[in-house]
C-alpha cells in the first residue's frame, strides 16, 4: 500500500523526516518496505534559472533562428541561439545552462552543453513548456509575465513540490491502516498529535428533486447501506490537485466523480461508488442475490455467471454492480452524465471474500471490504465525497442522506487484566501510560478496577477482540525494542549460539586461500597521501593524517588495501616473480568530521599466470573466472549464500563485479583500473578483490543442512542461445529461477561464442548445461521436454533470445 507523505501531513502535523516516520511506522508494526522520492516536475528544475532577454538579432546564416543575449544573473550575459517565433529583445523567460539535464514532457532526458549553432555561439538554452516538463506545449518559449531578478532559481519561482511514498508492507490484520487517516491514527499513538478529520459541516441537501429509494434484501451481507444523489454535474478531468494526488500513489486519474470516490476510499478507507442516476430504472436501488448463474457484464467487460453468494446492487429490473468488488459496464459515470446516485455501504467481510475469489477480481474496493472497514464511517464518507464533487464538478445534493442500518453493529468489549499485561510483555508498565495509549488508538477504558478493566474496542479495528489483541496493541506503541532483555534470562537460550571466534574464521579462511596458492602478506597502514588522489574511489580529505610522520611517502593511513598491496606485486615483478597470488588481512582507516574510522578488510592480488609452468599443462595468464572462483569459495567457506551480482561502478577497477548480501556489499572484486597500474609502473594486469570482512563475520553461520543423495537418477540437457552482449549471466538464470524452481538442479555455462558466425556483431552465444533432477521419481522424456520447452519460451519472451537447434 502507497502513502504520499504530503498526503498523510493533511491530517496529522509531522515536522519528523519522511525516513524517521517510516523507522516509527515499522517499529509499530505498519512495515515500511520502501520509501521513494516523487517529484511533480521530473528533475526539479535543477539548473534553470530566470533570464532577461537583453537583444535578440537575425541569425547571419539561418532564416528561422536568432542570436540574443540573456542576463542570466553571471557577470556576463549570456549569448544562446534560439529557433522560438516568439522570442524577443526585453522578455523575462526560463534559460537552462551548460550542464544542465532536461526532462522533457514525453520524451527521453537531454543535457544542454555548449555549441556552436551555424557558426554562433550558445550557451544555454531557452526554454518552451515542453522541454522542461511544465506542460505539453510547444508552440514557443516560456514568456513571464512578472519582472523576476536574473538568475534566480526556477524552482523557486514555480516551486514543484516533492513528495515522498511510503511503501508500506500491509498484513492482512490491518483493515484499519488502509488509508492516509489509518496510518495517522498509528502516528497520533506514537506521538500523541490529534488527527485533523475533513470538516463536512457545510454538508447540506440543497433540494429534494432526486429521491431514490434503497431497498436491503440480506441485511446479513448488507448490515449498513447509505446513498445520496447530486444533480447538474459536468463531468471532466479533475483539478490539478485531486490528479496529483492520485499519482503520487499510483493511480491514474479517470474523471472528477470517479476520482473523487477513489480520493475518499485511500484518505478515509471507505469506498464508495457512483452510479449514473439515469440508469437506474425504476429510480429504486435493491440490495440482493440474484438466481445463481445469471449473466452479468461487469465493467472489465467480461460476462460473469453469478452464485447465489455474490451480493449485487440492482435497480428495479437487473444488476448494476457486484457489491463491494466491480460495477456494470452500463451503470458507471461517463461524459453524459449529469446526475449519480453515490453509495458507500458495509458488506460483510466474507461475502466479498468469496466472491473476489470465486470470479478472480481483486479491486482496491474489494481488499478493504474483504478485511473490514467501519460501519461507522459510512455516512461521513458520503457528505465528505458529496461536498468534494460539488467543488470539482459543480450539481447540487439533490436528496437526504438514505441510511438503511437496521442492526448497528457495537463495540467489542474485552476484558483486560493488568498482571496479564506484565506477564505478556515482559515488563510492568504505568497505568497511566497504558491509559495514553489506548486513548490515543480510540480505544476506551470502563469498568476500571485495581485488577484490570474493560476495553472498548471501535469495530473497525477487526483484529483487535482478545485481550491478547489487545495487549499487543499496547506493546507495538510503547515500542518492541523499549523491553529490556531481562538479567534472569537461561543459558538455555544461548546453547545454539556460541560468540564468534574471530581469529578461527580468518584462520579458516587463510587455510584455503593458502590451500589454492596464495600467500599471505602483510604490509604497513602507513603510506603515500598520493594515493588517494590517483582515483575518484578515494577522497583525500578523509586521510588520516600522521603528525609526527618519518617520511612524507609514509604520511598517512591507508583507505584501501589495494596500494599497498600493489607495492609489493611490483617489488615481485620487478624482480621476476611475475606469477603471484597474494591475499592480506588488514585495516583501513578513514576520518569522518572530527571521528576516525578503523575497518577491517581482506584484499586479494592475482596477476600473471594461472599455474606454474609446466609440460602438461599450456600455460594461462589468470582472468577474471580464477579470481571470481576463489571469491565465491571465501563465500561459501563461510557458508553465505543468497547474494546479488551487478556489475561495479567503482574506480578503482576496469570491469568486475559488486556483490551484496540483503543489499549491504559484502566483496567488490574486477581487473583493477589500468589507469592505476599504469601509475605504479606495472605493465600486467592485476586483478583484485576487496572484502568487508566484518561484514562477512556477522553474516557466517557454522550450521551447515545436508539433504540426503537423492535415489532417482539426474539427467542433463544441452541448450545454446543466441542473446544480446548486454544480457549477463545472472539475467539468464533470473529467469530459469523465475520460470522452473522444482527441477533444475545445477546450471553451468561450457561455452561462450562471440564472433562473425552469428552475423551480429551486438550478439553472443551461450551454450548451457542443465541438470535436471526430481527426488520423488524418475523424470520421463516428457515431463523433461516440457521443462525445457517452457525455459525456451521464458528465453525467448524475455531475453529476445534465438534458440540454436
Given at each position: 500500500?502507497?502513502?504520499?507523505?504530503?498526503?498523510?501531513?493533511?491530517?496529522?502535523?509531522?515536522?519528523?523526516?519522511?525516513?524517521?516516520?517510516?523507522?516509527?511506522?515499522?517499529?509499530?508494526?505498519?512495515?515500511?518496505?520502501?520509501?521513494?522520492?516523487?517529484?511533480?516536475?521530473?528533475?526539479?528544475?535543477?539548473?534553470?534559472?530566470?533570464?532577461?532577454?537583453?537583444?535578440?538579432?537575425?541569425?547571419?546564416?539561418?532564416?528561422?533562428?536568432?542570436?540574443?543575449?540573456?542576463?542570466?544573473?553571471?557577470?556576463e550575459?549570456?549569448?544562446?541561439?534560439?529557433?522560438?517565433?516568439?522570442?524577443?529583445?526585453g522578455?523575462?523567460?526560463?534559460?537552462?545552462?551548460?550542464?544542465?539535464?532536461?526532462?522533457?514532457t514525453?520524451?527521453?532526458?537531454?543535457?544542454?552543453?555548449?555549441?556552436?549553432?551555424?557558426?554562433?555561439?550558445?550557451?544555454?538554452?531557452i526554454c518552451?513548456?515542453?522541454e522542461?516538463?511544465?506542460?505539453?506545449?510547444?508552440?514557443?518559449?516560456?514568456?513571464?509575465?512578472?519582472?523576476?531578478?536574473?538568475?534566480?532559481?526556477?524552482?523557486?519561482?514555480?516551486?514543484?513540490?516533492?513528495?515522498?511514498?511510503?511503501?508500506?508492507g500491509?498484513?492482512?490484520?490491518?483493515?484499519?491502516?488502509?488509508?492516509?487517516i489509518?496510518?495517522?491514527?498509528?502516528?497520533?499513538?506514537?506521538?500523541?498529535?490529534?488527527?485533523?478529520?475533513?470538516?463536512?459541516?457545510?454538508?447540506?441537501?440543497?433540494?429534494?428533486?432526486?429521491?431514490?429509494?434503497?431497498?436491503?434484501?440480506?441485511?446479513?451481507?448488507?448490515?449498513?447501506?447509505?446513498g445520496l444523489?447530486?444533480?447538474?454535474?459536468?463531468?471532466?478531468?479533475?483539478?490539478a490537485?485531486?490528479?496529483?494526488?492520485?499519482?503520487?500513489?499510483?493511480?491514474?486519474?479517470?474523471?472528477?466523480?470517479?476520482?473523487?470516490?477513489?480520493?475518499?476510499?485511500?484518505?478515509?478507507?471507505?469506498?464508495?461508488?457512483?452510479?449514473?442516476?439515469?440508469?437506474?430504472?425504476?429510480?429504486?436501488?435493491?440490495?440482493?442475490?440474484?438466481?445463481?448463474?445469471?449473466?452479468?457484464?461487469?465493467?472489465?467487460?467480461?460476462e460473469?455467471?453469478?452464485?447465489?453468494?455474490?451480493?449485487?446492487?440492482?435497480?428495479?429490473?437487473?444488476?448494476?454492480?457486484?457489491?463491494?468488488?466491480?460495477?456494470?459496464?452500463?451503470?458507471g459515470?461517463?461524459?453524459?452524465?449529469?446526475?449519480?446516485?453515490?453509495?458507500?455501504?458495509?458488506?460483510?467481510?466474507?461475502?466479498?471474500?468469496?466472491?473476489a475469489?470465486?470470479?478472480?477480481?481483486k479491486?482496491?474496493?474489494?481488499?478493504?471490504?474483504?478485511?473490514?472497514?467501519?460501519?461507522?464511517?459510512?455516512?461521513?464518507?458520503?457528505?465528505?465525497?458529496?461536498?468534494?464533487?460539488?467543488?470539482?464538478?459543480?450539481?447540487?445534493?439533490?436528496?437526504?442522506?438514505?441510511?438503511?442500518?437496521?442492526?448497528?453493529?457495537?463495540?467489542?468489549?474485552?476484558?483486560?487484566?493488568?498482571?496479564?499485561?506484565?506477564?505478556l510483555?515482559?515488563?510492568?508498565?504505568?497505568?497511566?501510560?497504558?491509559?495514553?495509549?489506548?486513548?490515543?488508538?480510540?480505544i476506551?477504558?470502563?469498568?476500571?478496577?485495581?485488577?484490570?478493566?474493560?476495553?472498548?474496542?471501535?469495530?473497525?479495528?477487526?483484529?483487535?477482540q482478545?485481550?491478547?489483541?489487545?495487549?499487543?496493541?499496547?506493546?507495538?506503541?510503547?515500542?518492541?525494542?523499549?523491553?529490556?532483555?531481562?538479567?534472569?534470562?537461561?543459558?538455555?537460550?544461548?546453547?545454539?549460539?556460541?560468540?564468534?571466534?574471530?581469529?578461527?574464521?580468518?584462520?579458516?579462511?587463510?587455510?584455503?586461500?593458502?590451500?589454492?596458492?596464495?600467500?599471505?602478506?602483510?604490509?604497513?597502514?602507513?603510506?603515500?597521501?598520493?594515493?588517494?588522489?590517483?582515483?575518484?574511489?578515494?577522497?583525500?580529505?578523509?586521510?588520516?593524517?600522521?603528525?609526527?610522520?618519518?617520511?612524507?611517502?609514509?604520511?598517512?593511513?591507508?583507505?584501501?588495501?589495494?596500494?599497498?598491496?600493489?607495492?609489493?606485486?611490483?617489488y615481485?615483478?620487478?624482480?621476476?616473480?611475475?606469477?603471484?597470488?597474494?591475499f592480506?588481512f588488514?585495516?583501513?582507516?578513514?576520518?569522518?568530521?572530527?571521528?576516525?574510522?578503523?575497518?577491517?578488510?581482506?584484499?586479494?592480488?592475482?596477476?600473471?599466470?594461472?599455474?606454474?609452468?609446466?609440460?602438461?599443462?599450456?600455460?594461462?595468464?589468470?582472468?577474471?573466472?580464477?579470481?571470481s572462483?576463489?571469491?565465491?569459495?571465501?563465500?561459501?567457506?563461510?557458508?553465505?549464500?543468497?547474494?546479488?551480482?551487478?556489475?561495479?561502478?567503482?574506480?578503482?577497477?576496469?570491469?568486475?563485479?559488486?556483490?551484496?548480501?540483503?543489499?549491504?556489499?559484502l566483496?567488490?572484486?574486477?581487473?583493477?583500473n589500468?589507469?592505476?597500474?599504469?601509475?605504479?609502473?606495472?605493465?600486467?594486469?592485476?586483478?583484485?578483490?576487496?572484502?568487508?570482512?566484518?561484514?562477512l563475520?556477522?553474516?557466517?553461520?557454522?550450521?551447515?543442512?545436508?539433504?540426503?543423495?537423492?535415489?532417482?537418477p539426474?539427467?542433463?540437457?544441452?541448450?545454446?542461445?543466441?542473446?544480446?552482449?548486454?544480457?549477463?549471466?545472472?539475467?539468464?538464470?533470473?529467469?530459469?529461477?523465475?520460470?522452473?524452481?522444482?527441477?533444475?538442479?545445477?546450471?553451468?555455462?561450457?561455452?561462450?561464442?562471440?564472433?562473425?558466425?552469428?552475423?551480429?556483431?551486438?550478439?553472443?552465444?551461450?551454450?548451457?548445461?542443465?541438470?535436471?533432477?526430481?527426488?520423488?521419481?524418475?523424470?520421463?522424456?516428457?515431463?523433461?521436454?516440457?521443462?525445457?520447452?517452457?525455459?525456451?519460451?521464458?528465453?525467448?519472451?524475455?531475453?529476445?533470445?534465438?534458440?540454436?537447434?
Amino acid at each position: 500500500m502507497k502513502i504520499s507523505f504530503n498526503w498523510l501531513k493533511q491530517y496529522i502535523n509531522l515536522p519528523e523526516s519522511p525516513a524517521e516516520v517510516s523507522e516509527v511506522l515499522t517499529a509499530t508494526g505498519l512495515e515500511v518496505e520502501g520509501l521513494e522520492k516523487v517529484e511533480t516536475i521530473k528533475g526539479g528544475l535543477q539548473g534553470l534559472v530566470i533570464g532577461k532577454v537583453l537583444t535578440c538579432e537575425q541569425h547571419p546564416n539561418a532564416d528561422k533562428l536568432k542570436v540574443t543575449t540573456v542576463d542570466v544573473g553571471a557577470e556576463e550575459p549570456a549569448p544562446i541561439v534560439c529557433g522560438a517565433p516568439n522570442v524577443a529583445a526585453g522578455q523575462t523567460v526560463v534559460v537552462a545552462l551548460p550542464g544542465t539535464t532536461l526532462y522533457p514532457t514525453g520524451g527521453e532526458p537531454f543535457k544542454i552543453k555548449k555549441a556552436k549553432i551555424r557558426g554562433e555561439v550558445s550557451q544555454g538554452m531557452i526554454c518552451a513548456e515542453d522541454e522542461i516538463g511544465l506542460g505539453s506545449s510547444h508552440e514557443g518559449i516560456i514568456v513571464l509575465e512578472e519582472e523576476v531578478a536574473p538568475g534566480t532559481p526556477a524552482a523557486e519561482y514555480f516551486k514543484p513540490e516533492t513528495d515522498y511514498v511510503i511503501e508500506i508492507g500491509l498484513t492482512p490484520n490491518r483493515a484499519d491502516a488502509t488509508s492516509h487517516i489509518g496510518v495517522a491514527r498509528d502516528l497520533k499513538a506514537i506521538y500523541h498529535r490529534p488527527v485533523q478529520w475533513p470538516d463536512v459541516d457545510d454538508f447540506a441537501p440543497d433540494n429534494h428533486d432526486l429521491p431514490i429509494a434503497v431497498e436491503v434484501k440480506n441485511h446479513r451481507a448488507c448490515p449498513r447501506y447509505s446513498g445520496l444523489t447530486i444533480s447538474g454535474i459536468t463531468v471532466r478531468e479533475s483539478p490539478a490537485w485531486l490528479q496529483k494526488r492520485l499519482l503520487a500513489i499510483g493511480h491514474n486519474p479517470i474523471n472528477n466523480v470517479v476520482d473523487v470516490t477513489n480520493f475518499v476510499l485511500h484518505e478515509m478507507g471507505q469506498p464508495l461508488h457512483a452510479f449514473d442516476a439515469a440508469k437506474i430504472t425504476g429510480r429504486k436501488v435493491v440490495v440482493q442475490t440474484l438466481e445463481p448463474g445469471t449473466p452479468f457484464v461487469t465493467l472489465d467487460e467480461q460476462e460473469r455467471k453469478l452464485t447465489d453468494r455474490d451480493l449485487m446492487i440492482c435497480n428495479a429490473e437487473e444488476g448494476m454492480c457486484i457489491a463491494g468488488v466491480l460495477g456494470g459496464l452500463h451503470s458507471g459515470v461517463s461524459v453524459e452524465t449529469t446526475t449519480i446516485f453515490l453509495e458507500s455501504a458495509y458488506f460483510a467481510p466474507e461475502y466479498i471474500r468469496q466472491t473476489a475469489q470465486q470470479h478472480q477480481i481483486k479491486t482496491d474496493a474489494s481488499f478493504r471490504f474483504e478485511r473490514g472497514t467501519d460501519p461507522n464511517i459510512t455516512v461521513y464518507a458520503l457528505k465528505r465525497a458529496a461536498l468534494l464533487i460539488k467543488e470539482v464538478a459543480g450539481g447540487s445534493i439533490s436528496s437526504d442522506i438514505v441510511d438503511v442500518y437496521p442492526e448497528p453493529i457495537e463495540d467489542f468489549r474485552v476484558p483486560v487484566k493488568k498482571q496479564h499485561i506484565t506477564r505478556l510483555i515482559g515488563k510492568e508498565l504505568p497505568d497511566k501510560e497504558i491509559k495514553q495509549i489506548l486513548t490515543d488508538l480510540d480505544i476506551e477504558i470502563t469498568d476500571e478496577t485495581e485488577q484490570g478493566f474493560t476495553a472498548i474496542v471501535p469495530p473497525y479495528r477487526v483484529d483487535v477482540q482478545r485481550e491478547a489483541d489487545v495487549i499487543e496493541e499496547i506493546l507495538r506503541i510503547h515500542g518492541f525494542d523499549n523491553v529490556e532483555l531481562p538479567a534472569h534470562l537461561g543459558a538455555t537460550y544461548l546453547a545454539e549460539h556460541p560468540p564468534l571466534d574471530r581469529n578461527r574464521q580468518q584462520q579458516k579462511i587463510a587455510a584455503y586461500l593458502a590451500a589454492n596458492g596464495c600467500y599471505e602478506i602483510m604490509t604497513n597502514s602507513l603510506t603515500r597521501p598520493a594515493y588517494s588522489e590517483m582515483t575518484p574511489a578515494l577522497d583525500a580529505g578523509q586521510n588520516v593524517e600522521i603528525l609526527n610522520k618519518l617520511s612524507e611517502d609514509l604520511g598517512v593511513l591507508r583507505q584501501s588495501l589495494l596500494f599497498t598491496g600493489l607495492e609489493v606485486v611490483t617489488y615481485n615483478i620487478n624482480r621476476r616473480q611475475k606469477d603471484l597470488k597474494l591475499f592480506e588481512f588488514g585495516k583501513v582507516y578513514r576520518k569522518s568530521g572530527r571521528e576516525y574510522e578503523e575497518t577491517p578488510r581482506l584484499g586479494l592480488w592475482l596477476t600473471g599466470r594461472a599455474m606454474p609452468e609446466n609440460w602438461a599443462v599450456p600455460a594461462k595468464p589468470v582472468d577474471f573466472t580464477h579470481l571470481s572462483g576463489l571469491v565465491n569459495g571465501v563465500l561459501a567457506k563461510m557458508n553465505i549464500g543468497h547474494t546479488t551480482s551487478v556489475p561495479t561502478t567503482n574506480p578503482l577497477f576496469q570491469y568486475g563485479l559488486t556483490i551484496s548480501h540483503h543489499d549491504q556489499v559484502l566483496v567488490e572484486l574486477g581487473l583493477v583500473n589500468k589507469a592505476i597500474t599504469k601509475k605504479m609502473a606495472l605493465k600486467q594486469e592485476v586483478f583484485y578483490a576487496d572484502f568487508a570482512w566484518d561484514l562477512l563475520l556477522s553474516r557466517t553461520s557454522d550450521i551447515i543442512v545436508i539433504d540426503p543423495p537423492s535415489r532417482y537418477p539426474e539427467v542433463r540437457r544441452d541448450l545454446s542461445l543466441v542473446i544480446d552482449k548486454s544480457v549477463q549471466f545472472r539475467d539468464v538464470m533470473a529467469v530459469i529461477e523465475k520460470t522452473e524452481r522444482q527441477l533444475i538442479k545445477k546450471v553451468d555455462v561450457f561455452d561462450v561464442y562471440e564472433g562473425e558466425n552469428l552475423g551480429d556483431d551486438s550478439k553472443k552465444a551461450y551454450a548451457l548445461k542443465f541438470i535436471l533432477e526430481d527426488k520423488n521419481k524418475t523424470l520421463t522424456d516428457k515431463i523433461i521436454d516440457k521443462t525445457m520447452n517452457r525455459l525456451m519460451q521464458a528465453f525467448e519472451t524475455e531475453l529476445g533470445a534465438l534458440i540454436r537447434k
